[in-house]
């Protein structure tokens, strides 16, 4: 991977430009001057342009991701801001919005502004969520409207729920004032226990402890009616389960302040695959069963998810490398992200690539109150270039993460990210 | 000699080697009923006792096995605490594996942690209860003891009695018993039967009584006090009128049914002592196939290659 300055000129050449917006995919240039959008259709380049010959790809709105772990402060050894934008830089992302259960969590305004202050030295640009609550114990609302003025885009406890209903209420009720998206991790710790993985017969035959669907659901379920009674905005992170799936469908019919995501993960693999006690599988909410992985995909394409997040979650090598009990939840995802969801959601059940894109950039923007209209002239160029049919094999070479716990290692994908152009930059993958 | 270079669990194991396993048991158990009660057929051959939790019983068992085919035996205490404060179990693995030993019999509290084993060393590994997973071993003299009693395993209706959840007997005992032809029911309090429990091929009945009238033998299972008053039972009297195997609950029933435990007992609770000490019960059999089948399970994973190549 190789990251440099945007010449005064730059060309994309002879590549279909993909356009979120519009909806519409079809061939042409991109002239970027001075790291701005100057013009889309046919360019002819001037002689000291710097001509990038795009034929067989796609050029498009860079990627966005609203649910990353990066560790900064506190677990730098696992992930920091500067790495975690690498890792984003090779999955196509531009942006990305940071969970706030960091050591100490994000749960102030001084925590919210170090976090922006670090993210403008990074090449990508990061976005903090705030804490929902002070410490992340469930118990006293932090200041959300200083954290905003901070730079906070969201609130979120995640890692952990807000299982008190009525302080999740409150939380609810509060953002009110400030329209900005609640995002609750979603299980109930009581019926969870102590479950490391999705309750089915893979579980008994494992002999682990696990827990239903409903863990998740009911929750699911609960924040959705909240959100009804407060007419706050619910955001439903990485949902697992069939049941939340039509939990959210149902309500969105007559709520527009409910949005949802889904993991690639969740979308690629099913319980079957931790039949080798894969500790990179344990992931919270957990990996469920075929049913649910259909319903999902079902739920990407009747637009119940409005986007894809990854919940990358970066831990130590010897962390994984202890038995499936003692392993942390959760795994990274940010490189592998665009090859997953293309082969699972557009290459095997015949979604269309335009779409997806959408999950990937305008969608997420939208939820955070992002600039959506990249290509506006004048716009500084934030895009992402990739082969939308290029077979590979994800390997550990291909991780910039200072961490290596991901289930694709090994794993066949379909579409790999060439290049992304972000903060007057241009990374190429080699 | 047998297909799998390890013994993990018996979820998908050949039968024809399980098969093997038994018959093999029964030569040994002849060897166990001379004078001289060892034979020189691992001579040479390290083995290690990993436990990472107690179990005496199943050491002892293993350990006499080692002793009766002349290996040289370790055996390593470990506590999984000294884990979780910085050696990984990858540098104990591979720190026993440097010692150049030939096999490791591991119990450990974590599900899968054998076959996690396997993938830091080289050497045999034997699973001796991972958990609630497996206990493979347990299984195969389990099997071995009903095949001594019944001369057959095929048909044959076996009931696995108490708390399955929490039992890696249990699972075992299901595999091996369902690869092998066997019938299974399992019976307990709802709150500790797996929820997908048919899933594995096996009827789930909550009433004692008819799975009695239904059974050749029956596994009784250990019922731990810890689970006693919690959650998931109410009392210890409870669950000795709803499950507990007496002797009044077993005259109502004309035919006399085979009775294995484990070990160990917890007289008075799932079983009754006059039914544990009585002729039906074959309980101490249990005890002897047991070292009778890990030499079986030893003699053919690290020895029998060699020396039985062609038959
Ligand atoms: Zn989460």
Redesign the pocket.
Same mark, same amino acid.
């Given at each position: 991977m190789k990251t440099t300055k945007l010449k005064k000129q730059v060309v994309l050449k002879g590549g279909m430009i993909l356009d979120p917006m519009k909806e519409t995919l079809k061939k042409g240039d991109v002239l970027i001057e001075n790291g701005k959008m100057k013009s889309i259709g046919k360019v002819t380049p001037t002689k000291s342009a710097d001509v990038i010959d795009c034929s067989g790809l796609i050029v498009t709105h860079g990627f966005c991701d609203i $649910?990353v772990h990066f560790r900064e402060p506190g677990r730098e050894d696992k992930e920091t801001l500067d790495s975690g934008s690498l890792a984003a830089l090779a999955g196509g992302f531009t942006r990305v919005c940071v969970?706030p259960n960091t050591n100490p969590p994000l749960d102030s305004p001084e925590s919210i502004r170090y976090t922006v202050d670090r993210g403008e030295e990074c090449p990508i640009h990061i976005h903090p969520i705030g804490a929902i609550t002070k410490s992340q114990n469930g118990k006293e609302l932090t200041e959300m409207g200083a954290m905003l003025s901070e730079g906070a885009v969201a609130f979120s406890d %995640?890692?952990l729920p807000v299982t008190d209903t009525g302080m999740m209420r409150n939380a609810l009720e509060y953002a009110t004032m400030f329209d900005v998206p609640i995002i609750n $991790?979603a299980e109930d710790l009581c019926l969870k226990k102590d479950g490391v993985m999705h309750e089915g017969k893979i579980s008994t035959q494992l002999g682990l402890p696990a827990s239903p669907d409903i863990t998740e659901s009911n929750m699911v379920h609960r924040d959705l009616e909240l959100t009804q009674l407060t007419g706050a905005c619910l955001h439903v *992170? $990485?949902v697992s389960s069939a049941k939340s799936t039509d939990h959210i469908r149902q309500m969105k019919k007559s709520n527009n302040k409910i949005t949802a995501e889904v993991t690639p993960h969740h979308l690629f693999f099913t319980d079957e695959d931790l039949i080798t006690y894969n500790t990179d599988l344990k992931v919270? *909410?957990p990996i469920r069963t075929q049913a649910d992985q259909k319903a999902l995909i079902k739920g990407a394409k009747d637009g119940t998810f409005d986007c894809i997040a990854t %919940?990358h979650a970066p831990h130590t090598i010897e962390e994984k490398e202890g038995t499936f009990d003692l392993a942390p939840f959760g795994m990274i995802g940010l490189e592998s992200c665009f090859g997953a969801v293309n082969r699972v959601l557009v290459k095997e059940n015949k979604f269309d690539i335009i779409r997806l894109i959408q999950m990937l950039s305008v969608n997420p923007r939208k939820i955070m109150g992002f600039e959506t209209d990249l290509f506006t002239n004048g716009n500084p160029a934030e895009l992402t270039i990739f082969d939308p049919n290029k077979k590979w094999t994800f390997k550990k070479s291909d991780i910039y993460s200072r961490s290596h716990n991901s289930p694709f290692i090994g794993e066949a994908l379909i579409g790999r990210v060439r290049a992304t152009i972000v903060k007057g930059h241009i990374t190429a993958l080699v | 000699m047998l297909q799998q270079k390890h013994l993990l669990g018996l979820e998908g194991y050949p039968a024809e080697d399980i098969q093997t396993i038994i018959d093999t048991a029964f030569t040994f158990r002849e060897v166990l009923d001379r004078p001289i009660k060892k034979v020189p057929s691992l001579q040479g051959k390290t083995i290690v006792n990993l436990f990472f939790e107690n179990s005496t019983r199943t050491r002892i068992s293993f350990e006499l096995a080692q002793k009766r085919l002349s290996a040289d035996t370790v055996n390593f205490s470990a506590s999984t605490s000294s884990l979780k404060k910085g050696e990984t179990f990858k540098d104990t693995a591979q720190n026993i594996e440097a010692m150049k030993i030939d096999a490791v019999v591991m119990r450990h509290p974590t599900p899968g942690a054998p076959l996690h084993l396997t993938q830091h060393i080289n050497s045999i590994v034997i699973n001796a209860g991972d958990g609630t997973h497996e206990h493979p071993t347990q299984a195969i003299l389990d099997m071995t003891s009903l095949h001594e009693k019944f001369g057959y395993l095929k048909g044959l209706k076996v009931g696995i009695i108490g708390d399955i959840s929490h039992s890696r007997v249990a699972l075992s005992n299901i595999h091996g018993l369902k690869t092998m032809g066997a019938e299974v029911t399992l019976c307990g309090p709802s709150t500790l039967i797996p929820p997908f429990a048919e899933d594995l091929g096996v009827s789930v009945n909550y009433n004692v009584d008819e799975v009695i009238e239904w059974a050749d033998a029956l596994n009784v299972l250990r019922i731990q006090r810890e689970r006693m008053g919690g959650g998931l039972l109410p009392s210890v009297r409870e669950y000795r009128n709803l499950f507990g195997i007496s002797t009044e609950r077993l005259s109502n029933h004309k035919k006399e049914i085979v009775i294995m435990h484990p070990g160990p007992i917890n007289r008075g609770v799932e079983i009754d002592s006059s039914v544990a000490d009585s002729d039906q019960a074959i309980i101490l059999d249990q005890v002897l196939n047991g070292v009778a089948s890990r030499m079986a399970i030893l003699y053919l994973l690290l020895g029998g290659k060699q020396e039985e190549g062609n038959s």
């Open positions: $649910h969970m %995640d890692g $991790h *992170p $990485h919270a *909410p %919940d | -």
